[in-house]
C-alpha cells in the first residue's frame, strides 16, 4: 500500500539506546506494529515477516558491539588487544619495553706466577685488560648467553686491584702461583650487527632490524663514520651522548676518573654522560604486524648545489640552512637544531650499520654456577668464569595490565622530578654505562635546594663512596629532568674530598644459651646464618633504623636455642671479641681515626643510640653495613 501524504509526514519514534539482539527485537515488533498495521500481522516466531525482523536484530546487535569495541579500544583505561595498548602508550610517550635480560655478577679468574727467588706474585703476566662484550653460555642450555658490559682490567694499580689468592704452594712448600680475581657486571645477551644500503632519501624511513627481542642499539654509524643517536622520539633536541674512556685523553681505562679525580675508583665508569643537539638521529619502535622492531628516521632532506660550496634550502619543514658554506655544515646544524626543534635527517646515499643486543626473557634467570663456558675468549689469555650468584631481573615483556598502569604513571610524572621520591628513582635509574649507584638519598636542605647522598658496590658487593665521576654524570643526567628551581648537590666536602654517602660498618656480639642435647657448633652456625641474612645489604637503606628485637625474634625461632644472653652491635672490639679493631675509619667530622680499621666507614655510638630495642639512624644520612660478615660476626653458645 502507498504512503499517503499524511503518513509521510507523521513522526517515526524509533528508540537509539536499544543496541542488544532481544531489545532490538522487541522495537522493531512494536515499530511494525504502529507504523505498519494493516501491512503485517503475522508475529508468529516461525513467520517469514520475524525472520526477517531477527536478522536485522542480529545485524543491528553485530554492529553495536563493533562499534563499543573499536570506542573502548582508543580508551587506554578500557582497550584489551595489546597492539591498541601499545599504540596508545606510545602516543603517550612511553615506550613499551619488550624483554628485559638479567644480571648476573661474573667472577673471572685468571692465573700468574711467583718469583722463584722471593716467592712474590709476578704481576706483569697478567692480561692488561679484557674488553667488554666476553660471551659466556650455560653449562646447562647453551642457547643461554650472558656478555660482559664492561672491561675486566687485571692490572694492580691501587684501590681498584683484582683480588689476589693465597699463594699455590708446589710439592716442595715453595709459591709457585696466585690466583686474581675480577668481578663484573654480564647480562643475558648476543651482540649482533645489520648493515643497510641506502640510496634514494625517504621521508620518515624506517628500517626492519628484524629482531623480535630487541634489547638495546648499541651503535649507528653511517658510511662516512658519522654517529647517528637513538633518542625516545624524533622531535627530541636533546641527545645524550656518551664518550667512551678510550677517547678521553684525561683517562687511562675505566677505573681511572680524569680530571674529575686525582684517584683511581673501584667502580668502573666507561661512559661520560654530556647533553648534545643532533639532526642524526633515529627512534625505534615494535612493529606489531612484523613482530620485529624499526629504526625510524626524520624527514631531513639535504641537497647540495652543483657548486658543492654551499647547502640549497632544505626540503622539508624541519631544519633550514640556507647559503651555508658545506665547510660549516655540522656547526650551523647544531645552532638551527637548537632553535628549532626538528624531526631530524633521513639517510641517504649512504650506508648504515647497526650493532644491537637481543636476548633477555624470564628464561634467563639462571642458578649459580650455570655460567662456565667462554664462547669467544681474548687471545693470548688463560681465563676461567663462573657465577656465585643466580642472575636476577630477566622478564618476559609487560602484560597489558602492566602497560596501562606503567603508561598512565609515566605519563602523569611529565619526564620531569617534582618530588624527593621523583629524583632518587630517575637517579636509581641511571645507566649502567655511567657508574653504579646502590643507595640513594633525597632530602631538602635550608633554602629548598636537594641534597643527594648515593653510594655504590665494589666487586665484592661492598659499599664505597660513588666516584667524583658517577657525580658528575648524574648531575648531568638529571639536568634534563628536574624543575627550573631546584638546585641538586651532592654529598659532604670532608677533607677536600667529595664524599657522597656515609656507611656506618659494625660488628655484632652475641652469647646464646642452647639445648645441650644438640650440636652446640650447628646451633651457633645456624644463629650466624641468620644474623647475616638478617644484615644483608640489599635490605639497609639510608637513614634506616635497626630493630634488634626482631633480629632476636628470627634467632630465638631457631631449634635448639632457648634464650639470649647477649645480642649487641659493636665497633669498638676488646680483647675477647673483634681483637682490638676498630670498625671505622673516620670520625663524624671526617678527619680519620689513628687505629681505625682501613676500607670501614664512620665511628658511631651504637649504645647511645639503642633505645628500645632500636638503634636509630644518623641525623647525617647514612647507611648501616656489616662489611665483613665472616669477620666480624662474634659469639659462642653456652
Known sequence: MAYTEKQKLKPTNVNYTSKDFSSIKADLIEYTKSYFPDTYKDFNETSPGMMLIELSSYVGDVLSYYIDYNYKENLLTTATEKRNIRRLSEFLGYKTPNKTPSVVRLKVETSIGADSTTGEPLYGEAPSSIDSGLQVTSN???????????????????????????????????????????????????????????????????????????????????????????????????????THYSDDSTRTSAYDQGDASTETSTIPVPYVAEYISSTKKFTTKFDEDTGTYKACFGNGLFRFSNSGSNVDPVEQSGVTINGTNLADVPSAIGVAVGNNPNLGETPSNTSLRFTYRVGGGAESNIQAGELTTVSNPPAGVSITVTNDEPSVGGTDGQTVDEIRNNASAFFASQLRCVTKEDYQSRILSLPQKFGSIAKCYVERVDGGALLVSTLSYNQNKQLVQTPQLVLQNIGTYLNQYRMINNQVGFGFTLNDTLFSGYVINFGVRFIIN?????????????????????????????????????????????????GIKELKLFQDGNTSYASGRKLYQYQGDGDIVDGGESGYGFQYNFENALQDGIIRPSVTPAVFELRNPNQDIYGKVI
Open 140 to 242: 646447562i642450555d647453551s642457547e643461554i648467553v650472558f656478555e660482559t658490559t664492561d672491561e675486566i682490567d687485571f692490572t694492580t694499580s691501587g684501590s681498584g686491584d683484582p683480588i689476589i689468592s693465597a699463594p699455590i704452594l708446589d710439592g716442595n712448600g715453595e709459591a709457585n702461583s696466585y690466583t686474581l680475581t675480577r668481578y663484573v657486571r654480564a647480562i643475558s645477551s648476543k651482540t649482533k650487527s645489520k648493515t643497510f644500503n641506502i640510496t634514494t632519501p625517504t621521508k620518515f624511513l624506517e628500517l626492519d632490524l628484524g629482531e623480535s627481542d630487541l634489547i638495546e642499539v648499541l651503535d649507528c654509524t653511517d658510511g662516512s663514520g658519522q654517529k647517528w643517536y637513538e633518542v625516545d622520539y624524533l622531535a627530541q633536541t636533546k641527545i645524550l651522548k656518551e
Open 514 to 562: 642452647y639445648d645441650r642435647r644438640l650440636n652446640p657448633t650447628e646451633v651457633k652456625l645456624n644463629v650466624i646464618q641468620v644474623i647475616k641474612d638478617f644484615f644483608r645489604i640489599e635490605k639497609m637503606q639510608f637513614r634506616q633504623s635497626i630493630n634488634l628485637n626482631d633480629l632476636q625474634y628470627n634467632i630465638l625461632g631457631l631449634d635448639g636455642v632457648i
